[in-house]
């Protein structure tokens, strides 16, 4: 689900979405709402290493971009026609990310595209 602090910051919380699960999970480690992810587990597999520039730095794990793009086109067509303004957000970022990747990471991206077509056919 979306928390919001005092400052403005937006964390959406998410969790993995199983067959006959929820939109909504509750957390308790969390203390919170998760809105449940169809295929969140594929967008989260192989993070790529990097840090954040605090301080002295930070080191965090980013998603994939490859993988958060195929997500993207998944979530697309799984989606209904109820959800027009997510729907048109997520084809720009898919679009906006394949574009990207096609010039810097193409083989990455052709792995990605074939390991979701393994996962299964839709």
């Known amino acids: 689900m979306r928390w919001q602090t005092e400052d403005g910051v937006v964390l959406d919380v998410l969790t993995s979405k199983r067959r006959g699960d929820d939109i ?6 969390l203390g919170a709402w998760a809105q449940a992810l169809s295929y969140l587990d594929f967008m989260l597999e192989n993070p790529i290493d990097a840090v954040v520039r605090y301080r002295e730095g930070a080191p965090v794990q980013i998603l994939a971009p ?22 048109v957000k997520n084809l720009a970022q898919a679009t906006w990310l394949i574009e990207t990747l096609v010039g810097s990471r193409p083989f990455e991206l052709v792995e990605a595209i074939e390991n979701a077509r393994r996962h299964g056919s839709k």
């Not at 909504?24 to 480690?29: F, L, S, T």
């Not at 490859?66 to 729907?87: C, Q, Y």
Request: no cysteine; glycine share 4%.
């Open 66 to 87: 490859e993988r958060a793009a195929v997500h993207e086109l998944i979530v697309v067509d799984m989606r209904s026609g109820t959800h027009r303004a997510k729907t």
């Open 24 to 29: 909504a999970m509750w957390h308790d480690a």
